[in-house]
């Protein structure tokens, strides 16, 4: 009797490890293309209620922009009482942000000064900063910034019992982006800030200290520009404001801001209804602005049959003026008293300027009164045919000269923003409005030629609180109280049945 073969039987095992063992390349071959590219084109989503550590297109951008690697270290003891400790989980979560925003080109580093003494020890001789305070370094071509935790946060003034005071913002986004440009640009943009007609000083105790402080974080350098005596105004300013002037201006200074404008200067003018500047005024209407004699103002209840005015103005900004499109659902604050514009558009496209309306009331009920308001004592109202009727602009945008090509990005245009209003940037204004520090911060960013860099608001720090009827409280104790215990005991009778079948 013959035994069959055994070769066809070897020849089959073979095949089948070959179909395994390719199968597996190819299963394998799929996974690690599934993953690179998941790790280079992968999507992310911020499902969070109040987007808190969603990053703003201007981080996003300028990350784009890098050419080099960011090296950031968070020296950083979570388990300490240091200042700015409560920061801890907020700056780890945005800074991962940053990390995916960058695609590689930030790198952060977490060093807790009491387990990494050895890496403490190399970075404080490195960097030279103090070990008892929370701090973040940040690295770019050698060039460094150390920025204190403590800074990255508003708070509120501490309870009547000196408890600790709570977060009301977080600013993290904004410091850390600062500080980056600043880095990345190597020098700082400076801006004139005219004085000598009364209008409100820089520095220490000054009312406009918040509006400082904000444009200094934008690596901007605000300079006291006075023009008497000056031959010309420096074309190294990247812009000139005059805020408010409380006297009008000589035919010196006006022929200055005029020869700077024909330089291709950049101007920010903001006007104080309340004071008569004729010569400013004139200067305005030679590229089709004039400033009206009036005060916006609106009519509101204080009573049931009583009314009353308000001179302080609710904004709407207006998409037409292309770095305010990210506010054109904010609303800004202009108290105090503002002046609408009027504009003469044949003027204007005689001259060859580009002309865009900025701001507008925000509602429809406020008219341009004429009558003199502030000394008035009786309550005024709209005067058909004398007031000025809405629609009313109080914001305007001029260039001449400007490239329609976006990509291109020269200063070789001069550039305009008119305001009627000056309180605006007043600390006490800023303070109940974070819409108007965004449009200051755009409005300079878009005067120095930077309309890539957004201003970037503080991020409010908010509780969420669920709020329920007497009803609904009844219906989650009768469902928890009865309804789940209920249904257990309906599952267990259910089982008990079937088992005894």
Same mark, same amino acid.
């Given at each position: 009797?013959?035994?069959?073969?055994?070769?066809?039987?070897?020849?089959?095992?073979?095949?089948?490890?070959?179909?395994?063992?390719?199968?597996?390349?190819?299963?394998?071959?799929?996974?690690?293309?599934?993953?690179?590219?998941?790790?280079?084109?992968?999507?992310?989503?911020?499902?969070?209620?109040?987007?808190?550590?969603?990053?703003?297109?201007?981080?996003?951008?300028?990350?784009?922009?890098?050419?080099?690697?960011?090296?950031?270290?968070?020296?950083?003891?979570?388990?300490?009482?240091?200042?700015?400790?409560?920061?801890?989980?907020?700056?780890?979560?945005?800074?991962?942000?940053?990390?995916?925003?960058?695609?590689?080109?930030?790198?952060?580093?977490?060093?807790?000064?009491?387990?990494?003494?050895?890496?403490?020890?190399?970075?404080?001789?490195?960097?030279?900063?103090?070990?008892?305070?929370?701090?973040?370094?940040?690295?770019?071509?050698?060039?460094?910034?150390?920025?204190?935790?403590?800074?990255?946060?508003?708070?509120?003034?501490?309870?009547?019992?000196?408890?600790?005071?709570?977060?009301?913002?977080?600013?993290?986004?904004?410091?850390?982006?600062?500080?980056?440009?600043?880095?990345?640009?190597?020098?700082?943009?400076?801006?004139?800030?005219?004085?000598?007609?009364?209008?409100?000083?820089?520095?220490?105790?000054?009312?406009?200290?918040?509006?400082?402080?904000?444009?200094?974080?934008?690596?901007?350098?605000?300079?006291?520009?006075?023009? $008497?005596? #000056?031959? @010309?105004?420096?074309?190294? %300013? /990247?812009?000139? !404001?005059?805020?408010? =002037?409380?006297?009008?201006? *000589?035919?010196?200074?006006?022929?200055?801001?005029?020869?700077?404008?024909?330089?291709?200067?950049?101007?920010?003018?903001?006007?104080?209804?309340?004071?008569?500047?004729?010569?400013?005024?004139?200067?305005?209407?030679?590229?089709?602005?004039?400033?009206?004699?009036?005060?916006?103002?609106?009519?509101?209840?204080?009573?049931?049959?009583?009314?009353?005015?308000?001179?302080?103005?609710?904004?709407?900004?207006?998409?037409?003026?292309?770095?305010?499109?990210?506010?054109?659902?904010?609303?800004?604050?202009?108290?105090?008293?503002?002046?609408?514009?009027?504009?003469?558009?044949?003027?204007?496209?005689?001259?060859?300027?580009?002309?865009?309306?900025?701001?507008?009331?925000?509602?429809?009920?406020?008219?341009?009164?004429?009558?003199? $308001?502030? #000394?008035? @004592?009786?309550?005024?109202? %709209? /005067?058909?045919? !004398?007031?000025?009727? =809405?629609?009313?602009?109080? *914001?305007?945008?001029?260039?001449?000269?400007?490239?329609?090509?976006?990509?291109?990005?020269?200063?070789?245009?001069?550039?305009?923003?008119?305001?009627?209003?000056?309180?605006?940037?007043?600390?006490?204004?800023?303070?109940?409005?974070?819409?108007?520090?965004?449009?200051?911060?755009?409005?300079?960013?878009?005067?120095?030629?930077?309309?890539?860099?957004?201003?970037?608001?503080?991020?409010?720090?908010?509780?969420?609180?669920?709020?329920?009827?007497?009803?609904?409280?009844?219906?989650?104790?009768?469902?928890?109280?009865?309804?789940?215990?209920?249904?257990?005991?309906?599952?267990?009778?259910?089982?008990?049945?079937?088992?005894?079948?």
């Amino acid at each position: 009797m013959s035994h069959p073969s055994s070769k066809p039987a070897g020849i089959k095992r073979l095949r089948i490890g070959a179909n395994v063992l390719l199968q597996t390349v190819i299963v394998a071959g799929i996974v690690l293309m599934i993953n690179y590219v998941g790790f280079n084109r992968y999507k992310r989503w911020d499902l969070s209620r109040y987007n808190k550590y969603a990053l703003s297109e201007l981080t996003r951008k300028f990350l784009k922009s890098l050419n080099k690697e960011v090296q950031i270290y968070i020296f950083f003891a979570p388990t300490s009482q240091s200042a700015g400790s409560e920061l801890y989980y907020d700056l780890q979560n945005l800074l991962k942000e940053y990390e995916f925003a960058a695609r590689r080109k930030v790198k952060v580093e977490n060093i807790d000064p009491y387990r990494n003494l050895t890496r403490t020890r190399e970075l404080q001789v490195k960097y030279n900063f103090a070990a008892n305070e929370n701090v973040l370094i940040l690295d770019y071509l050698n060039r460094k910034r150390i920025l204190r935790v403590a800074d990255m946060a508003e708070y509120d003034p501490p309870g009547m019992f000196s408890e600790a005071p709570q977060v009301r913002a977080f600013r993290g986004e904004q410091i850390i982006t600062s500080a980056l440009i600043e880095l990345a640009e190597n020098q700082e943009t400076k801006i004139g800030f005219i004085t000598g007609h009364g209008e409100p000083s820089l520095g220490t105790g000054s009312p406009l200290t918040r509006f400082q402080d904000y444009v200094q974080r934008q690596n901007i350098k605000l300079e006291h520009l006075v023009l $008497t005596n #000056l031959a @010309r105004i420096s074309t190294d %300013y /990247a812009a000139v !404001i005059l805020a408010g =002037p409380k006297y009008d201006l *000589g035919e010196r200074d006006i022929s200055l801001l005029r020869n700077y404008w024909n330089e291709q200067g950049r101007m920010l003018i903001l006007l104080d209804p309340k004071v008569k500047t004729p010569n400013l005024a004139q200067f305005l209407t030679e590229f089709g602005i004039r400033a009206e004699p009036d005060l916006i103002v609106t009519q509101f209840k204080t009573g049931i049959e009583e009314q009353s005015v308000t001179l302080d103005v609710y904004a709407q900004f207006l998409p037409e003026t292309v770095f305010l499109r990210a506010l054109s659902q904010a609303t800004g604050y202009f108290p105090g008293g503002t002046c609408s514009l009027s504009i003469d558009e044949s003027k204007i496209a005689h001259d060859g300027l580009t002309m865009t309306r900025a701001l507008t009331p925000a509602a429809s009920d406020y008219w341009g009164d004429k009558d003199d $308001t502030l #000394l008035s @004592r009786k309550t005024p109202t %709209y /005067a058909q045919g !004398i007031d000025l009727p =809405p629609p009313l602009y109080f *914001g305007i945008a001029l260039e001449k000269g400007a490239i329609k090509d976006a990509r291109v990005q020269l200063h070789s245009s001069s550039r305009m923003i008119v305001l009627g209003n000056a309180d605006f940037l007043r600390t006490e204004s800023l303070s109940e409005s974070a819409p108007d520090i965004d449009f200051i911060l755009l409005s300079l960013n878009w005067l120095a030629d930077r309309e890539q860099l957004l201003a970037i608001a503080p991020k409010p720090a908010r509780t969420f609180r669920l709020n329920l009827s007497d009803a609904q409280m009844n219906e989650i104790v009768l469902l928890t109280v009865a309804g789940i215990p209920t249904l257990v005991a309906f599952l267990g009778l259910g089982v008990w049945s079937l088992r005894r079948r």
